[in-house]
């Protein structure tokens, strides 16, 4: 019974902490704040501020990522030596973000609230889209929601364990990039999956990363 309690408490307190690192990467995104016109006319000096913001918060994440592996790692995340294996799971990642982009138009979505977004900044201030769209928020997001969220909530190397990781991962993600639960909600939750499960099999978070920003690449320039 003390033992639930204290997996109960854990994952209550771990839970609080997870989404208070989302609420603060929502305060990183500096050019939400402001109107398009404000964008439009002062895009450089706001990608600077937003650049740094985000620079700070790599850095904490980063610091307690490593310090999170360093106190409890039963899956062996760490910095891997590029092999083969991983270069071939990298490039099975890449053919399924290209099947699954092709998800949105057989279910018959031709855009979402996030797309949107994203296309409106493409027409204001593209510069601050493809440096801080393509390049900061995949290794910030990959840091939340795969590498942090994995050393919270996946405690031991189980395949059923990281099943359930993976899945739950994906949709908190999903969740991120649209609030309501339909099937827009399930193809972002799907795009987390891929990324979850490219990070649970390699190990190493960079490929995550790197796999996030040729998806948002692609987003930037072959727009819905």
């Not at 307190?13 to 398009?36: N, P, Q, W």
């Not at 204001?124 to 801080?132: D, E, G, I, K, T």
Request: glycine fraction near 4%; proline fraction near 3%.
């Amino acid at each position: 019974m003390n033992k639930v309690l204290y997996v109960i408490k854990l994952t209550f307190r771990r839970s609080l902490l997870f989404f208070g690192l989302v609420l603060l990467y929502g305060f990183t995104d500096f050019h939400a704040f402001f109107t398009i016109r404000k964008l439009q006319k002062d895009q450089y000096e706001i990608m600077i501020i937003e650049l740094l913001l985000d620079v700070l918060l790599i850095y904490f994440l980063n610091w307690l990522y490593r310090h999170q592996i360093e106190q409890e790692n039963p899956n062996g995340f760490a910095r891997k030596p590029l092999t083969i294996r991983t270069v071939l799971l990298f490039f099975l990642g890449i053919i399924c973000l290209i099947v699954y982009s092709q998800l949105w138009s057989f279910f018959g979505i031709t855009s979402t609230k996030n797309q949107e977004t994203m296309n409106m900044f493409l027409r204001s201030a593209p510069l601050l889209v493809y440096v801080v769209g393509i390049l900061m928020a995949p290794i910030i997001e990959e840091f939340i929601f795969r590498g942090i969220f994995f050393n919270f909530f996946l405690h031991d190397s189980k395949p059923l364990s990281k099943v359930i990781v993976v899945l739950a991962s994906g949709c908190v993600f999903g969740f991120l990039h649209e609030p309501r639960f339909d099937v827009s909600w399930l193809l972002y939750s799907i795009m987390g999956w891929i990324f979850g499960s490219v990070y649970i099999i390699t190990k190493d978070l960079r490929y995550s990363i790197v796999l996030h920003m040729f998806n948002n690449a692609m987003a930037a320039v072959f727009p819905m």
